[in-house]
């Protein structure tokens, strides 16, 4: 995620960190090196290139605005809803930790360790999560928060986080044997759990479930057929100003494109997908500080305006 000041007027047009501009430069060259070479053609042969009406240019470019705004606004929605579930997760785990803390009498036999367990196995879930939407490895971030017991089955799980909640609501029901907490207790804290699952649910769905391909497709090629017959279609009447104008068009509509699919997949590695790392450091750090403990983790910061 890009995290940096809002820039002035100026500085709009020469910031590149953040920008779509890396990512689409070949499109916005070809485009202006076309509209180069239409312009040089016409300023010498006048003759080949008869004067068009702008018609069929403004119908086309009103159309393919309407599917971009549309796609736009569609993966939008994908990356919020993302970022909103992992807002939510973040509640249920720091309040988890604190009922925990606050209902498990840290007096009783095997208390403390009962409220120590129950929050690693939330920590461990939280990067858990995180690593299979990104589709990396878990144990490194995982496995000092976990009993040597249950690294072996954990490992042999399909579905890394679900088994960690099953694992969480079987240490939850091990403290109604042991009187830890009482039946109201249990099912305040079984509601946090199941709210995790559903913030799982929820993330697996925006993974799986990719704006049509099709649709992607359409726009995609007009944007790249509209490009292409724009500088035949000015030309007459923009002259050598014509490769300026492909190039401005060209960006407008590649950038939303690009952007688009970007945030369509919001738990990724590019510069403007969700910054899952540091959310989850940070309910590290907020849950080892809930058990008292000092040797913390370092916070995320941003490198070079960002942040992962």
């Known amino acids: 995620m ?14 590149l960190r953040g920008s779509i501009v890396p990512l689409i430069f070949p499109q916005i ?18 003759a080949i290139f008869p004067s068009f009406t702008l018609a069929p240019l403004l119908l086309l470019g009103v159309a393919l605005s309407l599917f971009l705004g549309f796609r736009n606004n569609a993966s939008y929605d994908r990356w919020w809803e993302a970022r909103k579930q ?15 803390i606050s209902h498990i009498d840290g007096q009783a036999t095997d208390g403390v360790g009962v409220q120590k367990r129950i929050i690693y196995i939330t920590i461990a879930f ?17 496995e000092k928060y976990l009993e040597a017991d249950d690294i072996q089955k954990l490992r042999q ?26 039946d109201f207790l249990i099912q305040s804290l079984d509601e946090h759990i199941t709210s995790m699952a559903g913030v799982q649910a929820a993330c697996e769905r925006i993974q799986n479930t990719p704006v049509p391909f099709a649709y992607t497709l359409l726009v995609q090629r007009t944007a790249y057929l509209y490009c292409f017959i724009l500088s035949f279609g000015i030309v007459a009447s923009q002259g050598l100003l014509t490769p300026l104008f492909c190039a401005i068009v060209a960006y407008a509509f590649f950038g939303l494109d690009a952007l688009s699919e970007e ?13 899952l790392s540091a959310m989850t450091r940070s309910v590290e750090i907020n849950l080892l500080e809930s058990l008292g403990e000092t040797d913390l983790p370092e916070i995320i910061e941003p490198k070079k305006h960002r942040i992962e």
């Not at 945030?263 to 910054?275: I, T």
């Open 2 to 15: 890009i995290v940096r000041d809002k820039p002035n007027a100026f500085q709009l047009f020469f910031i």
């Open 29 to 46: 060259l070809f485009v202006t090196l076309l509209g180069a070479g239409v312009a040089a053609t016409q300023y010498y042969l006048p």
């Open 86 to 100: 992992w807002g939510q997760l973040i509640v249920d785990s720091c309040s988890l930790s604190r009922q925990v």
């Open 126 to 142: 939280n990067h858990a999560l995180r690593h299979q939407l990104r589709q990396s490895d878990p144990w490194a971030d995982i």
């Open 263 to 275: 945030l369509e997949e919001p738990f990724g590695r590019s510069a403007n997908n969700l910054a």
């Open 157 to 182: 799980s399909q579905n890394l986080p679900d088994a960690l909640l099953r694992l969480m609501g079987r240490k939850l029901g091990s403290c109604r044997h042991k009187k830890l907490l009482s």
